[in-house]
């Protein structure tokens, strides 16, 4: 199969696939068979995934597909009529049945900032350090003084984040004996740079009620309902 999409030999040997592996396989060959040319992987995985919401669409469920789903947020209400339903309340309808079943896609890795904001990141040494020996005190306070109170100039000396440099400084501030034969300087503003690439907020399934034609928003359905459980 790797001859076939790729014209070499696979660069290992003895080679297993699973069956979804080999089933995927079998799909990236025909998906390329139908379109006539070369697909990639992201290519076929686009293409499985509309036609996907495509069957859910149209209410083609497995059993599985179909337990998952809420049903009570998949009501048409205030139709017209009683029976089958028109061809918009299908779209709606199928629309719903998407918005339920299409995974949440979570980035794989979130960039955290913390070395460029000089932020203690996590699986550091100092994370939990609060305190500091007779020694650090020392070492922290002259740096401080000597550099006039610079957190990124202290820190590369006592190879330490400038973070740490600010918790020595909130913990020993200015009316502190140690202060009394050095000068004290205030810290420098630090800028904080979020971190990005962060997990999407999960959505609920809380549609607006304006598709049903009776006008008024679930937001404000949903406060009445709030309300009125707490009579």
Not at 2 to 26: D, H, I, T, W
Not at 27 to 51: C, F, P, S, Y
Not at 153 to 162: A, D
Request: net charge neutral; proline share 5%; hydrophobic share 30%.
């Amino acid at each position: 199969m790797y001859l076939q999409l790729n014209n070499k030999m696979r660069p290992a040997e003895q080679v297993v696939f699973n069956s979804s592996e080999l089933e995927f396989l079998e799909v990236w060959n025909q998906k390329e068979t139908e379109m006539g040319g070369r697909l990639t992987r992201d290519d076929v995985e686009q293409l499985i995934r509309m036609e996907t919401w495509r069957r859910w669409a149209d209410e083609d469920l497995t059993d599985e597909e179909e337990a998952m789903l809420n049903l009570s947020k998949l009501v048409i209400r205030n139709r017209a009529k009683s029976g089958k339903h028109t061809e918009e309340e299908k779209r709606i309808k199928g629309s719903r049945m998407v918005h339920q079943l299409r995974p949440l896609i979570l980035p794989l890795f979130t960039k955290c900032c913390c070395m460029r904001s000089g932020s203690i990141p996590h699986g550091s040494v100092n994370r939990d350090k609060w305190s500091f020996s007779e020694k650090e005190v020392e070492k922290y306070r002259d740096l401080v003084s000597n550099f006039e109170g610079d957190q990124f100039q202290v820190s590369r000396l006592l190879k330490v984040e400038p973070e740490l440099v600010e918790r020595f400084v909130k913990k020993y501030p200015e009316n502190y004996e140690i202060w009394k034969e050095k000068q004290f300087f205030p810290l420098n503003p630090r800028e904080i740079f979020q971190p990005y690439n962060l997990a999407p907020i999960i959505p609920s399934f809380v549609y607006d009620d304006t598709e049903d034609g009776d006008g008024e928003p679930s937001s404000k359905k949903a406060k009445k309902a709030k309300k009125a459980r707490k009579v």
